[in-house]
C-alpha cells in the first residue's frame, strides 16, 4: 500500500492502541497522554528508546513547551491544555488527518465501580470530541468497556454509549457510527477481554465507501463457530472479522509457559507458535538496536516475593480452584453472623468435591484429608476471595490494574508484568517503565508498570481493528465519485441510515 494514513492518539497510556495502529500500516502523528509514568513507557517503545533518565524528565516536565512535546510527536499533558494550544490545533487541522483514536478514561461509568455521571472522567469523553470536531478526522475510534452501554439509572441519565453514538452523528462534518463487541480472545489474544468499541467514518468518507453500517451493536462472538456468509451475510464494513472463527482461543499455557522460572526456559523448536511471535517480534524505534545490545535477559519479568503465609494461601487456591470449590470458602471463617457449627457445615458442603491428599501444583502437601483442610481454611481465613489461579488451559481473565488478582497456575506467586503483558499481546521487546506497583493514596496519581499493561489496548486488538478502518480508507479514496445505492435485505448502506 503506497499511502500511509495518519493517526492520532488521545489518552494514549502506554501505546498498545498505537502499537496495533502502526503494525496495521498507519502512521502515528501525534500521541497525548498526561501521565508521567505512561507516557515514559510511551516515548521509550514509539518514540526513541530512553537512554539517558535526565533527558526524559527534561522532556515530559513544563519545561518543555507543547508545540516542542508535539513536534516530537508526544505530548505529556491533559488533552485540556492540547485543546488551548490553539497554534497547535490550528496545524492540526491542517494536516488532512485520517483517524483520531483513543480511550478516554473509563472509571466514570465502569460497572467495575461507582458510577457517577458528574465523575470528571466522563467529561474526557467530551474533550475527545472537541478534539474531533476540532481536527476533522475522516475516522474516529473510541474504545472502552462494555459497561459504557450501562444508563446512570439513578440519576435519570442515558448510557454514555447512547450519548456518544448521538454526538459524534452531529460532531463536525458528521460520523456515521458502528457501535461494536469485541472480546480480543477472538483477536488472537489469549485473554478473555470484552470492550466496546465505537468506530465512525466521516460522512462523506462513508459516502465515498458505500460502506455498509448496522445500527445494531455488532458482537464478535455472534459468528465464532458457525458459517460467515450464513451468520453474518452483510457483516458492517468497518467490523473486523475474527482471527479465527472456527479454532480454539488461545490459552494461558500458549501465553507464558516458556516463562516459568523467572526466564525464557524452553527451547525454540517446542515453543507455542504465539510464545515464538511475542520472543521474536522487535519494537520498530529509533536506539532499539543500541538498546537491545545492552539490555540481558527478559524484560519485565522480576517474580514478586510473598511471605510463607501468602504463599500457603495461594496453593490452597490452586486446589480449590482444581476441584472447582468456590473459593470463597476462605471467607466463611470470618462470617461472624452466624454460629461456628453453621460455618463448619458450609465449609463441608463447598469443599465435598476435593479428593485427597490435596497436593498443589509445585509438588507440595496441602492437606491429607477433610479435617486438615478445614483447619487450613480456618488458618488462611481472609474476607479478599477475588484473588484466583488462572488455567494452563484456558485464555487469561481480564487483565486488570492490579497485580494481586490473579495467581500463576503452577507456582504460588501473582503474575509478572511480563506474564500479563504476554495476555496483552504485547511483544518481549516492548519495555514497561516507570514504577512496577504502588499503593495507598498513590494509586489516584500514579500510573505504573501494572496499571499501564491493565489499562492497555491489546496490539492484535488495535491491528485488527487498524486494518478494517484502512480498508474502509483505502476503499474511500480509490473509486470514482459516482456512488450506487442499493437496498438489500441483508444489511443498511450509507444513505439508508443518515
Not at 521509550?44 to 537512554?51: A, K, L, P, S, V
Not at 457510527?177 to 480472545?185: E, K
Not at 481454611?377 to 481473565?397: G, M, N, Y
Not at 517503565?433 to 489516584?444: D, M, P, Q, Y
Request: net charge positive; aromatic share 10%.
Amino acid at each position: 500500500m503506497s499511502q500511509k494514513y495518519k493517526y492520532i492518539d488521545l489518552f494514549a497510556g502506554c501505546g498498545g492502541l498505537s502499537l496495533g495502529l502502526r503494525s496495521s500500516g498507519f502512521k502515528q502523528m501525534l500521541a497525548v497522554e498526561k501521565s508521567y509514568m505512561a507516557a515514559e513507557t510511551f516515548f521509550h517503545n514509539h518514540i526513541e528508546r530512553i537512554n539517558n533518565t535526565f533527558t526524559w524528565e527534561k522532556f515530559s516536565s513544563s519545561e518543555t513547551s507543547i508545540l516542542e512535546q508535539a513536534n516530537k510527536g508526544l505530548i505529556v499533558r491533559t488533552l485540556e491544555e492540547v485543546l488551548s494550544c490553539k497554534e497547535l490545533m490550528n496545524s492540526l487541522r491542517g494536516e488532512d488527518i485520517d483517524l483520531v483514536a483513543g480511550g478516554p478514561p473509563c472509571q466514570g461509568f465502569s460497572t467495575a465501580g461507582r458510577r457517577d455521571p458528574q465523575d470528571v472522567r466522563n467529561k474526557l469523553v467530551w474533550q475527545f470530541l472537541d478534539f474531533v470536531s476540532a481536527v476533522n478526522p475522516k475516522a474516529v475510534l473510541i474504545e472502552n468497556v462494555a459497561g459504557m452501554q450501562h444508563g446512570f439509572k439513578k440519576y435519570g441519565l442515558e448510557a454514555t454509549f447512547n450519548q456518544l453514538v448521538a454526538a459524534l452523528n452531529k460532531t463536525g462534518f458528521g460520523y456515521i457510527v458502528q457501535p461494536m463487541l469485541l472480546n480480543a480472545m477472538h483477536y488472537g489474544v489469549p485473554q478473555y477481554r470484552p470492550r466496546i468499541m465505537l468506530v465512525a467514518l466521516r460522512q462523506d468518507v462513508a459516502k465515498r465507501a458505500n460502506a455498509r453500517f448496522s445500527p445494531e451493536t455488532w458482537q464478535s462472538g455472534a459468528i465464532i463457530g458457525r458459517e460467515l456468509p450464513l451468520a453474518f451475510p452483510a457483516h458492517p464494513t468497518l467490523a473486523p472479522l475474527p482471527a479465527t472463527p472456527d479454532e480454539p482461543c488461545l490459552t494461558v499455557r500458549d501465553a507464558i509457559y516458556d516463562l516459568q522460572g523467572g526466564a525464557y526456559e524452553l527451547a525454540s523448536n517446542c515453543l507455542p507458535e504465539y510464545a515464538i511471535t511475542m520472543r521474536n517480534q522487535i519494537v520498530d524505534v529509533p536506539g532499539e538496536e543500541f538498546y537491545k545490545t545492552h539490555t540481558k535477559g527478559i524484560r519485565n519479568h522480576e517474580i514478586r516475593d510473598h511471605s510463607y503465609k501468602v504463599k500457603k494461601r495461594f496453593r490452597l487456591y490452586q486446589v480449590l480452584s482444581k476441584y472447582r470449590i468456590p473459593l470463597d470458602v476462605i471467607t466463611t471463617p470470618l462470617n461472624d453472623t452466624i454460629s461456628k457449627s453453621d460455618r463448619l457445615i458450609r465449609i463441608n458442603n463447598k469443599i465435598s468435591n476435593a479428593q485427597y491428599p490435596l497436593i498443589s501444583p509445585d509438588g507440595t502437601l496441602i492437606a491429607k484429608g477433610k479435617e486438615e483442610l478445614i483447619d487450613l481454611i480456618f488458618e488462611l481465613a481472609t474476607k479478599k476471595h477475588s484473588q484466583r489461579p488462572l488455567r494452563w488451559d484456558a485464555p487469561s481473565h481480564t487483565v486488570l490494574s492490579l497485580p494481586d488478582d490473579y495467581i500463576h497456575p503452577s507456582e504460588p506467586r501473582t503474575m509478572t508484568v511480563r506474564e500479563l503483558a504476554r495476555f496483552q499481546s504485547f511483544p518481549d521487546s516492548f519495555e514497561f517503565r516507570a514504577k512496577v506497583t504502588t499503593g495507598g493514596k498513590s494509586r489516584r496519581d500514579d500510573v505504573p508498570q501494572y496499571t499501564q499493561v491493565g489499562n492497555a489496548v491489546p496490539p492484535l486488538l488495535g491491528k485488527a481493528i487498524g486494518q478494517s478502518i484502512m480498508k474502509a480508507l483505502s476503499s474511500a479514496y480509490s473509486i470514482n465519485d459516482s456512488y450506487v445505492f442499493s437496498n438489500t435485505e441483508d444489511g443498511l448502506y450509507y444513505n439508508e441510515i443518515i
